[in-house]
């Protein structure tokens, strides 16, 4: 069944047993991303020290996709420096716009670890956004920590 | 009217829709989906299926009279104008309307709905909307129904208010001589809710209305579809519908208004047809319908939604009335048995119209549609474009299932057996 290659084993473990869900103190930045088409939504916090990111830590309402991939998201980006982390990010985009190229799995598979079970999900136009929704709140969050420690962008 | 009254005449029980029969005109029914699954469609409420009737209607058009209507001398063209005022005229009789001229075409509801809440904001007297006034809308309504008139409250200082919903699904109108007051203006509401399937008492509302000079407009887009309709037995002065919820095309909606307040309103768009003369300083306006209608307008989709008029009209919808509801009774008792399921909305048939919406255990509805789907039943997964009637019952999204003139109890069948291969599929609920 075609099921399967969206909703790949790695997913539905993620989904059942998310790790690191629950919002944290302390943290330097914080988003809320909303998906406007289905009402979904996250907040993520992060927390850095040295320039590493020490927490990432979310809540949120979605569907096993979002909440599955927020808990990867955990697990690839807590303990990398922030350019690590940015990276990763970029890679997992890069994964699900490939419309599930196994190809590009394969190619990220260092980078991605686990994640690259997502593969499928871009096989699935709807669900596009419900894998990378959390990932937006991240890279938003970081973005403001930047934002605040280099003092600039206040209005 | 509510759909007891709807189904109370003589031919109910006598005039049973004859299904099998009905689908062999739905070619879209015989598709097979990905491992040639059959299609269960069970997302009417979100847009219908067409009838080879109203296929072939807009092919002739465009195959043998195409032309744009109202100016044009020659034989297409008046043969489109013929068959586009005839669309007209059709539509007119469907609702019940005491004039053809009371029929504007629209886009859609939603094109219907922001036309009421532009040219109120530009209407003098008694009928303009400004600062203290205050527009009463309710909390079931799809957002077509709540943001224009935050927009025209917003531009004109007046003030929004709304109904709230109770547990069980219903308007709260406890508040009623609270809510509708001396400095009310508007009071638009859902006729039949897309996401609770309640059916309101819009007559009741539209007498109180009625009593402090407030209009009442109507989101019938669920309504019309399903129930005999009238439109001045509602009480309403101002009416819109879809045409793609009831067998037509995409593009293409009424707005039923009352003559005199019709004529006594400025237009919306300008642009040609709605006029009467136009100088380089002022143009005049013509009277409506055409004030309304900017432009050349959804000439195969009115006479496409004609053709879907007369096909359900040929049924009776005295019997499209009882199908639906024989089909929601037996998704409402099939749904509830489903341990897990729990329905946000009016539990029982009574006042209810077809769409059932549901949320499963702790599973996400894009999950559910999408294991669904994967045995080709399509249902609607989200917020039903109406986020705060979610947000009255503590949910972001939920599952929808509503079936039309063409669904079958199998299909009911096949979706609560479907929801327990989710079950099985996420071994959670
Ligand atoms: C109750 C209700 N109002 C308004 C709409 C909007 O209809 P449309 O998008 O055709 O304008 C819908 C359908 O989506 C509806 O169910």
């Known amino acids: 069944m075609q099921l399967e290659s969206m909703y790949q084993e790695i997913i539905l473990d993620h989904y059942r047993d998310p790790h690191g869900r629950g919002l944290r103190e302390p943290f330097e930045g914080e988003s809320h991303q909303v998906n406007p088409t289905c009402g979904d939504e996250v907040t993520v916090r992060v927390h850095l020290d040295d320039g590493v990111v020490q927490d990432v830590s979310y809540e949120g309402l979605g569907c096993s996709i979002s909440q599955a991939s927020q808990s990867v998201m955990h697990d690839l980006v807590v303990g990398k420096p922030v350019p690590a982390a940015l990276a990763v990010g970029d890679d997992f985009l890069f994964l699900i716009q490939s419309k599930g190229d196994q190809a590009v799995a394969d190619s990220l598979e260092e980078s991605l670890e686990d994640a690259v079970a997502f593969v499928g999900v871009g096989r699935y136009p709807a669900r596009v956004k419900c894998a990378l929704l959390g990932w937006m709140a991240l890279k938003d969050a970081l973005g403001q920590v930047r934002i605040v420690q280099t003092g600039g962008h206040h209005e | ?429």
């Open chain 2, 1 to 429: 009217m509510s759909l007891d009254t709807a189904v109370t005449g003589s031919a109910l029980g006598s005039n049973r829709l004859d299904v099998e029969a009905i689908r062999k005109d739905f070619p879209i029914l015989e598709r097979r989906l990905a491992d040639d699954r059959p299609l269960v469609y069970l997302d009417s409420a979100n847009t219908s299926q067409k009838p080879r009737q109203v296929l072939d209607t807009l092919r002739n058009h465009y195959e043998r009279h195409n032309a744009n209507v109202a100016r044009a001398v020659h034989q297409l063209g008046e043969e489109a104008t013929a068959a586009f005022e005839a669309a007209r005229d059709t539509l007119a009789a469907f609702v019940k309307a005491p004039s053809r001229d009371e029929i504007i075409f629209t886009r859609g509801v939603t094109e219907g709905l922001n036309l009421v809440a532009n040219v109120l904001a530009w209407a003098d007297p008694p009928y303009g909307v400004g600062p203290g006034d205050e527009v009463v809308i309710t909390e079931m309504e799809h957002h077509s129904n709540i943001v224009p008139w935050q927009l025209l409250t917003q531009r004109t200082g007046a003030t929004l208010r709304w109904f709230g919903i109770t547990d069980e699904g219903r308007l709260d109108l406890s508040n009623l001589d609270d809510l509708i007051t001396e400095r009310t203006k508007v009071v638009s509401l859902v006729h039949v809710s897309n996401m609770l399937g309640t059916i309101n008492p819009v007559a009741e509302i539209a007498r109180r209305a009625h009593e402090v000079g407030a209009l009442v407009v109507l989101d019938a887009a669920q309504a019309v579809p399903q129930l005999p309709y009238d439109v001045t037995a509602t009480g309403a002065d101002l009416i819109g519908f879809t045409g793609h919820k009831m067998l037509g095309p995409t593009g293409i909606g009424v707005l039923w208004g009352r003559r005199d307040l019709l004529a006594a309103l400025p237009p919306f768009h300008g642009g040609g047809e709605m006029i009467e003369d136009v100088r380089m300083e002022r143009s005049t306006y013509a009277p409506p319908p055409h004030r309304f209608e900017a432009g050349t307008p959804p000439i195969a989709q009115a006479i496409g939604l004609g053709a879907a008029a007369d096909y359900l009209s040929a049924l009776g919808m005295q019997a499209v009335a009882a199908h639906e509801r024989e089909i929601t009774a037996y998704a409402l008792e099939r749904l509830q048995a489903v341990p897990g399921v729990k329905i946000i909305g009016p539990q029982t048939i009574q006042d209810r119209g077809g769409a059932i919406s549901f949320t499963f255990g702790s599973l996400h509805p894009h999950d559910i549609g999408q294991v669904l789907d994967s045995y080709g039943i399509a249902v609607r997964g989200g917020h039903h474009c109406a986020k705060p009637v979610h947000r009255r019952f503590g949910v972001g999204a939920s599952t929808r299932a509503s079936g039309y003139l063409y669904t079958t109890t199998a299909e009911i069948d096949a979706l609560a057996d479907g929801l327990e291969q989710v079950r099985r599929f996420f071994g959670v609920g």
